[in-house]
């Protein structure tokens, strides 16, 4: 606070600027404590929380507070997560959904990606985990779309059709490896490590080694670059991971 002399009068000092939260974030969850958790977990990362108890309140919640994000638990009064992950689909298929759920079987987990759900974690898991994948969910949302056919030295990837050519001859590619080329394309002349690979490419609960990686780019310069063994366009950064150069 501040006195004007000339009118006696106090003047308050303006408060200090507030840092701009990064965005909503809706957690549909019914269990109080975990209401709570969740809130500080995201609240302490500069967003902004919005929290449901039970299905109703967070599509209504979802309709009018346009999330970046929902974190959502499968188990539910009201509507069922299942039920109400399809419906927030298809209101915003754009928005991401990460499930809650302590479902582990394979089953379920392809299941939950059919009906639309960006990512699930599993309980018991770390705040860290979480924040990582619900900010991985926002960043591959926010990702400007790259074209359907890609070029590079002598080389054409059709992404959409999942074919490729190189020199004009066609070149058998698996869809893991369409995956993570695209992945490459998508981050251009960036270092990508091995762990950024697994996370982004092969997902958290895949749990392949870091030579999962190594072996997929060799195969990757077996089909694609004219010299696999002097590589100009999938390099290695030694100590660091690999570089994409079109």
Not at 230 to 243: N, S
Request: charged share 25%.
């Amino acid at each position: 606070m501040t006195m004007d002399i000339e009118t006696s009068e106090y003047v308050l000092d303006p408060a200090p600027a507030q840092p701009e939260n990064l965005g909503t974030i809706l957690v549909i969850e019914d269990d109080p404590r975990m209401q709570k958790v969740l809130r500080k977990i995201f609240v302490d990362e500069r967003y902004a929380v919005v929290v449901a108890g039970d299905g109703h309140t967070g599509l209504e919640l979802f309709r009018s507070e346009r999330p970046i994000a929902v974190v959502l638990d499968l188990i539910l009064p009201g509507i069922s997560g299942r039920e109400l992950c399809q419906t927030l689909k298809s209101i915003s298929s754009q928005t991401p959904v990460i499930i809650l759920s302590a479902i582990s079987e394979v089953v379920d987990k392809v299941l939950l990606l059919e009906l639309g759900a960006d990512d699930y974690v599993t309980k018991p898991y770390s705040p860290r985990e979480l924040m990582a994948r619900v900010q991985a969910a926002i960043r591959r949302q926010r990702k400007p779309p790259v074209a359907s056919t890609f070029r590079f030295g002598s080389c054409e990837v059709d992404f959409k059709s999942m074919t490729a050519w190189r020199s004009g001859t066609p070149v058998v590619l698996t869809a893991h490896e369409f995956k993570l080329l695209k992945f490459f394309t998508e981050n251009l002349h960036r270092v990508l490590t091995r762990e950024v690979l697994l996370n982004e490419v092969w997902g958290y609960n895949a749990y392949p080694t870091t030579r999962t990686v190594d072996n997929q780019i060799l195969k990757l310069r077996q089909k694609l670059e004219t010299d696999p063994a002097t590589p100009k366009h999938l390099l290695t950064i030694y100590g660091a991971g690999y570089k994409f150069v079109p």
